[in-house]
């Protein structure tokens, strides 16, 4: 089983940047996803980034210009750098990481809020 714990949300103004943390731990493969997607209230679930363990990356379009994705395979860490935040981005923010050996899996963080307000 795969655990993650995420670190880094909180209050920040509009403009601002705030860097969030995933570190996971357990038994995983060396192909793997990880990502961060978020929830705002009344929303549903959206992905907004995602990261191969070989550092191909995508982003929600949204997202892109202001966020980072990042990682450290040998800490089994990722990262999100988010800048020039808006209200918008304001939402419960999940570590996420898919294993497909032996067969897909998918396994959650418990979730960090970000709130972008003045």
């Known amino acids: 089983q795969v655990r993650l714990v995420e670190s880094g949300g909180g209050l920040v103004q509009p403009g601002g940047s705030l860097r969030l943390s995933c570190a996971a731990s357990?038994?995983?493969?060396?192909?793997?996803?990880m990502g961060w997607y978020r929830q705002a209230p009344g929303k549903e679930r959206e992905l907004v980034a995602t990261?191969?363990?070989?550092?191909?990356?995508n982003y929600l379009d949204s997202v892109k210009g202001r966020f980072t994705i990042s990682r450290d395979n040998a800490k089994n860490t990722v990262y999100l750098q988010m800048n020039s935040l808006k209200p918008e981005d304001t939402a419960v923010y999940y570590c996420?990481?898919?294993?497909?050996?032996?067969?897909?899996?998918?396994?959650w963080g418990q979730g960090t809020q970000v709130t972008v307000s003045s």
């Open positions: 996420n990481t898919k294993q497909f050996v032996p067969t897909m899996v998918d396994y």
């Open positions: 990261i191969t363990s070989g550092g191909i990356t």
């Open positions: 357990g038994s995983i493969f060396s192909f793997n996803i």
